[in-house]
Structures are given as structure tokens and as C-alpha cells.
């Protein structure tokens, strides 16, 4: 590898010492330094016959070593992805290029001049702003536009929630058919399709297992006649309790706006002033033997500074009127000021977004792109939220002053920022930075506060729920059990199995988080001659890694599910598998195609 720290020529990248591209295996280009580039270069690399270059802008820089320790990976350093960067990667004889950095119009930018060196490439693209995504998808037939976040989000928010996470997918061939993800007790037997995991299997969920009827996590047939997706029972009561979270949330922010109104400042001088008008209207009462109704009106107009002499009162009346009538005169601009005050400190504690009271929300820390999507799926269920961020130009920023969604900004490896978003109060915890330190150090306060909570007995509600983020798998695993984190998950490991997908063409119609890996539900053509050939579809799934859904045979225009176990495939057949990537990729390699 060359020294990161030399000068390279701005015409020329530095290429590491894997050395040229074998002209004989198939080449894909993979551009960024982030873990998403990562999952995509190590899971592109893990067959043999594949070339991947890698174009990163600083090879020593964040995840740069790592990929540069990847067998079967060649490095490219280049401080832009310009037309000298693509040459030295050999973009021109590349099936496919990967675009993940961050910045949208970046990629546009490389997705042009990557386009220009090959205009038969196959481009995908990650992309934040999926409604301009879909639009310079336009521009590149045959490319896709991904988001990361938006794959990744709704695990989050099922995460935070204790739910299934949200999947389901449009079978092919006729009729169509919706199949989606769900607990084994929430749909009909009849409906099941196949055991997705066992989630109680001690040491972590169990995968495709033997026995389908101990699985507790399901692929289940959607809908009736119609093929309309029919949601379970506990889908539907979470949607009633959520949209009771909304009003409950609106009427919580009425409660708060009359409160910061309604201060203990402007309370006493009200008290005061009904106080004094009370002794002044017993004090006419008594000393004028008027009626009371008569007491209460000279009192009003004198404290309103109306009081008329009357010459031919007696003293004790006379001294009466004057003290209220100067009580009156003082008094106004005491209230005056107490009603501003109040105004003013409401104004400014809605305009700096911070918390009011408030519990059995969630604390959402990070909003950037992750955090954004889950903040916005979040807020559409009508679930209380407080949001920590110590960027104030953070994405998701704008997006939470415009929902209504309070703002701490800080450091949330900060005990007392966390404490400013009263999480301990919350329900649940969900952090989501991009930053593995800061995400476990608010773990480590959101548990220490959990178990302060336990110990002072509050009724808050359970035990606080803690859903984190973090890259290494390794880490992830360890932390879970040392620390009891419920649960932790990596963003670019479950949406690298689409980009990767994409750029192997093949069809994944969806991806179904399992604890922290992925299971891809995804269309597989069987290619003449291939060995699947003669198979029987009974005999094809391997225990834990693939399972056939569904098989449309060459001469059927219908999709068989379930499929018949004693049907001997033949070229042009098309399946319909669940697997694991190793699974899907030997079963690739066994249905013939190029993978």
C-alpha cells in the first residue's frame, strides 16, 4: 500500500498492492470511506470471482484500513471522484459503481462523470432526498437510487416500539400475492407461509430453522380475495394506542403553554390582589352597613383609581377607600409585569424547543439522516418525543421544529443533557449518532437511570427500554450481553444486502431484520442446464442458511405457494427463496447465475 501521507499527482491515484484487475473475473467499483462502503466492498469481495476496486479519498482515514485488510480488494486513492480516478479504476470495463457518500449532489456529480467513462455502466447511488433520487434515476437507465436510512429506519422504530419490524413484499407471477413478516400469534395458521427465526432461542434468534413450527417470527399470506394486506391484532392495537399518544401529546402541549403562562409570580400577585380586594369589600361592609353586592362595587371602582371624595364619610371609610384606592394604583403595574414576565419566558422556552414535563416518551439522540427517518415515522404514529443533537444545523433539525418535536441540543454522552430530555422519564431510549462512543456512553446513563428509576419505585411505567447503534457486529454482540442493552443494530448492515442486490442485479424483494442480521426474501431464476436442473424443489433449501417460498414453473403463468415439495425444476423456472446472503448466494451459484 502506498503511503496515504505521499503526494499523489493530482492527474493520478495511488493504487494499493493488489496489483491490476484479472481481465477474467467480473469488476465492480465501490466509491466512499464509511461503513456502508465497507459491508458493500467485504460482501462484493467475499466470492471469488469478483474484482472490487475501491475509491477512497484518503486510504489511511476512517474505515481505510480495514478495507485496504479485505482479500481481494484494490484500493484507489483520490482526492476527487474525477475522470483521472475513474481511469484508474478502470471504470470502463466495470459491470457496476457504488456511489455512497453522503452528499446527494456529490453523487450526482460522479454518477455524471462515471457515466461519461462508461455509458453502459450500472450505477447505484445512496441518496437522503429520495424525491430528487427517483428523478436522476431518470437519467440512468438500468441504475438504482438507494437510501440507507430509509432501509434502516423502520428496525429502529420497531426496535423502540418492542414491535416486528414493518416487511412485506409483492410476490411475482399471478395472481399477485403479498407476503409480509408478523408474530406467529398474531395471524391465522392458515396464513403462515414459512418460520422465519426462532427469537427465543437461547443465544440469539435461530435462523430458518428445522423445525418451522418452532418459530416464533413468520412470513405470513397479506389480505383476503382482494390481496389487501391484513394486519395482525397487536399491529392494530398498537395503531389505536398510538394515535392515543397524539391526543394525549396535543393536550399535553395546551396543559404546558397555560402553565409557562400561568407562573408562580403571576399567581401570587393575583392571590394578592383578590386578597386585598377581599378585606376592602368587608371593610365597607361593616364600617357603611351597605349591602354586599353595593361593598363589592365601591371596591372594584376604587381600585380602578374611580374613587369619588365624599367629604361627609367617616374617618374609618375614608382610610378604607384610600388604601385601595392606592392597593389599585400599585398594583397594575405589578400584574403588568408579572403577565410579561410569564409571556416572555413562555416565548422564549417554545422557541429554544425544550422539554417540558413529560414521560413515557421516547428519547431520540441523533438527527441525522438515521435520526431524521426515524423521527419522522415516529411522529407519524403520534409517539411522544424529546430529541438530542449537539449539531444545531443537524438534518433533522429543521424537520423536528417543524413537527412540534422538543430539541436538547448537547452532547448526549453528557449525563445531565440526557437529563434535561428527562429520559429518566422515558419509556425508551434510541440512539442513533453516527458516533459508536457517544451512542453507548447514552446507553450507559439511559441504564444507570433505568435502575435509579427501579430503585425510587416510580410508576413511570417498564423497565426503560434501550435500542442502540453501532458498526462493529462484534461489539454489538458483546455489549448486549455485558451491558443488557435490548437491542442494537447496524445501519449498514441492513442496507448493504440492497446495495448489493442492485449491483448484482439480483431481484431482493425484501430485507427482514433478524436481531442484527438480515434475511432476504428475493426471485430466482433457474438457468438451463444449471444444477438445480431435475432437482426436486423439496430437497433445495439448507437448514438455517435458504428456504423456497414459492416456484413459478417455465410453462405456468401462476405462482405455486406452497410450493410442491415433489416438483423437479427445469431451465426457465422461477423461485421465490428466504435466505440468508450465504444462502442466496449458493443457491445463486447452484441455479447457474453468474454471482
Same mark, same amino acid.
Given at each position: 500500500?502506498?503511503?496515504?501521507?505521499?503526494? /499523489?499527482?493530482?492527474?493520478?491515484?495511488?493504487?494499493?498492492?493488489?496489483?491490476?484487475?484479472?481481465?477474467?473475473?467480473?469488476?465492480?467499483?465501490?466509491?466512499?470511506?464509511?461503513?456502508?462502503?465497507?459491508?458493500?466492498?467485504?460482501?462484493?469481495?467475499?466470492?471469488?470471482?469478483?474484482? /472490487?476496486?475501491?475509491?477512497?479519498?484518503?486510504?489511511?482515514?476512517?474505515?481505510?484500513?480495514?478495507?485496504?485488510?479485505?482479500?481481494?480488494?484494490?484500493?484507489?486513492?483520490?482526492?476527487?471522484?474525477?475522470?483521472?480516478?475513474?481511469?484508474? =479504476?478502470?471504470?470502463?470495463?466495470?459491470?457496476?459503481?457504488?456511489?455512497?457518500?453522503?452528499?446527494?449532489?456529490?453523487?450526482?456529480?460522479?454518477?455524471?462523470?462515471?457515466?461519461?467513462?462508461?455509458?453502459?455502466?450500472?450505477?447505484?447511488?445512496?441518496?437522503?432526498?429520495?424525491?430528487?433520487?427517483?428523478?436522476?434515476?431518470?437519467?440512468?437507465?438500468?441504475?438504482?437510487?438507494?437510501?440507507?436510512?430509509?432501509?434502516?429506519?423502520?428496525?429502529?422504530?420497531?426496535?423502540?416500539?418492542?414491535?416486528?419490524?414493518?416487511?412485506?413484499?409483492?410476490?411475482?407471477?399471478?395472481?399477485?400475492?403479498?407476503v409480509f413478516v408478523a408474530r406467529r400469534c398474531d395471524v391465522a395458521e392458515s396464513r403462515v407461509v414459512c418460520g422465519l427465526a426462532d427469537t427465543t432461542a437461547e443465544g440469539g434468534p435461530l435462523r430458518l430453522p428445522d423445525d418451522q413450527r418452532s418459530a416464533d417470527l413468520v412470513l405470513a399470506l397479506a389480505g383476503d380475495e382482494g390481496g389487501r394486506l391484513r394486519a395482525g391484532r397487536r399491529h392494530r392495537v398498537n395503531r389505536r394506542r398510538h394515535r392515543g399518544y397524539r391526543r394525549r401529546r396535543r393536550a399535553r402541549r395546551w396543559t404546558e403553554s397555560v402553565r409557562l403562562v400561568f407562573t408562580?409570580?403571576?399567581?401570587?400577585?393575583?392571590?394578592?390582589?383578590?386578597?386585598?380586594?377581599?378585606?376592602?369589600?368587608?371593610?365597607?361592609?361593616?364600617?357603611?352597613?351597605?349591602?354586599?353586592?353595593?361593598?363589592?362595587?365601591?371596591?372594584?371602582?376604587?381600585?380602578?383609581?374611580?374613587?369619588?371624595?365624599?367629604?361627609?364619610?367617616? /374617618?374609618?371609610?375614608?382610610?378604607?377607600?384610600?388604601?385601595?384606592?392606592?392597593? @389599585?394604583?400599585?398594583?397594575?403595574?405589578?400584574?403588568?409585569?408579572?403577565?410579561?414576565?410569564?409571556?416572555?419566558?413562555?416565548?422564549?422556552?417554545?422557541?429554544?424547543?425544550?422539554?417540558?414535563?413529560?414521560?413515557?416518551?421516547?428519547?431520540? /439522540?441523533?438527527?441525522?439522516?438515521?435520526?431524521?427517518?426515524?423521527?419522522?415515522?415516529?411522529?407519524?404514529?403520534?409517539?411522544?418525543?424529546? =430529541?438530542?443533537?449537539?449539531?444545531?444545523?443537524?438534518?433533522?433539525?429543521?424537520?423536528?421544529?417543524?413537527?412540534?418535536?422538543?430539541?436538547?441540543? @448537547?452532547?448526549?454522552?453528557?449525563?445531565?443533557?440526557?437529563?434535561?430530555?428527562?429520559?429518566?422519564?422515558?419509556?425508551?431510549?434510541?440512539?442513533?449518532?453516527?458516533?459508536?462512543?457517544?451512542?453507548?456512553?447514552?446507553?450507559?446513563?439511559?441504564?444507570?437511570?433505568?435502575?435509579?428509576?427501579?430503585?425510587?419505585?416510580?410508576?413511570?411505567?417498564?423497565?426503560?427500554?434501550?435500542?442502540?447503534?453501532?458498526?462493529?457486529?462484534?461489539?454489538?454482540?458483546?455489549?448486549?450481553?455485558?451491558?443488557?442493552?435490548?437491542?442494537?443494530?447496524?445501519?449498514?448492515?441492513?442496507?448493504?444486502?440492497?446495495?448489493?442486490? =442492485?449491483?448484482?442485479?439480483?431481484?431482493?424483494?425484501?430485507?427482514?431484520?433478524?436481531?442484527?442480521?438480515?434475511?432476504?426474501?428475493?426471485?430466482?431464476?433457474?438457468?438451463?442446464?444449471?444444477?438445480?436442473?431435475?432437482?426436486?424443489?423439496?430437497?433445495?433449501?439448507?437448514? @438455517?442458511?435458504?428456504?423456497?417460498?414459492?416456484?413459478?414453473?417455465?410453462? =405456468?403463468?401462476?405462482?405455486?405457494?406452497?410450493?410442491?415439495?415433489?416438483?423437479?425444476?427445469a431451465g426457465g423456472d422461477r423461485l421465490v427463496v428466504v435466505a440468508t446472503r450465504a444462502g442466496l448466494t449458493e443457491l445463486s451459484a447452484r441455479a447457474g447465475r453468474r454471482v
Open positions: 500500500m502506498i503511503d496515504p501521507a505521499s503526494p /499523489v499527482p493530482a492527474e493520478r491515484s495511488a493504487v494499493s498492492d493488489a496489483g491490476a484487475p484479472d481481465p477474467g473475473r467480473r469488476r465492480f467499483v465501490v466509491c466512499g470511506n464509511n461503513p456502508l462502503a465497507y459491508r458493500l466492498a467485504a460482501e462484493l469481495a467475499s466470492h471469488p470471482d469478483r474484482e /472490487v476496486t475501491v475509491i477512497v479519498r484518503a486510504a489511511g482515514a476512517r474505515l481505510g484500513p480495514l478495507m485496504a485488510e479485505l482479500p481481494g480488494i484494490r484500493m484507489i486513492e483520490a482526492a476527487e471522484l474525477n475522470a483521472a480516478a475513474f481511469e484508474a =479504476a478502470e471504470v470502463d470495463l466495470a459491470e457496476a459503481l457504488a456511489l455512497t457518500d453522503q452528499d446527494d449532489v456529490a453523487n450526482i456529480h460522479a454518477a455524471l462523470r462515471a457515466q461519461e467513462v462508461n455509458p453502459g455502466l450500472r450505477l447505484v447511488v445512496r441518496f437522503f432526498n429520495m424525491s430528487l433520487g427517483y428523478r436522476i434515476q431518470e437519467l440512468f437507465p438500468g441504475s438504482a437510487v438507494l437510501s440507507d436510512s430509509s432501509t434502516a429506519a423502520p428496525a429502529f422504530v420497531a426496535a423502540a416500539l418492542g414491535e416486528v419490524a414493518p416487511g412485506s413484499a409483492r410476490l411475482p407471477g399471478r395472481p399477485r400475492r403479498t408562580r409570580k403571576l399567581a401570587l400577585a393575583a392571590v394578592l390582589l383578590v386578597a386585598l380586594l377581599g378585606v376592602g369589600t368587608v371593610g365597607f361592609a361593616l364600617l357603611t352597613e351597605m349591602s354586599w353586592p353595593n361593598a363589592v362595587y365601591l371596591t372594584v371602582l376604587d381600585a380602578a383609581g374611580a374613587a369619588q371624595p365624599d367629604l361627609t364619610m367617616t /374617618v374609618a371609610t375614608k382610610i378604607v377607600q384610600s388604601a385601595i384606592t392606592l392597593i @389599585g394604583i400599585a398594583i397594575i403595574p405589578v400584574v403588568t409585569a408579572a403577565v410579561v414576565d410569564s409571556l416572555v419566558t413562555a416565548r422564549l422556552a417554545t422557541a429554544s424547543g425544550l422539554p417540558g414535563r413529560i414521560s413515557g416518551h421516547v428519547v431520540l /439522540v441523533g438527527l441525522g439522516n438515521v435520526g431524521a427517518r426515524v423521527l419522522s415515522q415516529l411522529h407519524e404514529l403520534g409517539v411522544p418525543m424529546v =430529541a438530542v443533537d449537539s449539531d444545531p444545523a443537524a438534518r433533522g433539525m429543521s424537520r423536528a421544529r417543524r413537527l412540534g418535536v422538543p430539541v436538547v441540543i @448537547g452532547d448526549a454522552s453528557k449525563e445531565d443533557v440526557l437529563r434535561e430530555a428527562h429520559l429518566g422519564q422515558a419509556r425508551t431510549l434510541v440512539a442513533v449518532t453516527d458516533n459508536d462512543v457517544t451512542n453507548l456512553e447514552a446507553a450507559l446513563h439511559g441504564r444507570a437511570m433505568g435502575a435509579e428509576r427501579s430503585a425510587s419505585g416510580t410508576s413511570i411505567g417498564a423497565e426503560l427500554r434501550v435500542v442502540l447503534r453501532l458498526f462493529d457486529d462484534d461489539l454489538a454482540r458483546r455489549v448486549e450481553q455485558t451491558f443488557a442493552i435490548d437491542v442494537s443494530r447496524s445501519v449498514s448492515f441492513l442496507a448493504a444486502p440492497n446495495f448489493v442486490a =442492485a449491483m448484482l442485479q439480483r431481484q431482493v424483494l425484501a430485507t427482514i431484520p433478524v436481531g442484527r442480521q438480515v434475511l432476504l426474501l428475493a426471485e430466482l431464476p433457474v438457468q438451463p442446464g444449471s444444477a438445480l436442473v431435475g432437482e426436486p424443489v423439496g430437497g433445495i433449501g439448507v437448514s @438455517g442458511l435458504s428456504r423456497v417460498v414459492a416456484v413459478q414453473p417455465r410453462t =405456468a403463468a401462476t405462482l405455486r405457494l406452497p410450493p410442491p415439495a415433489d416438483h423437479r425444476l
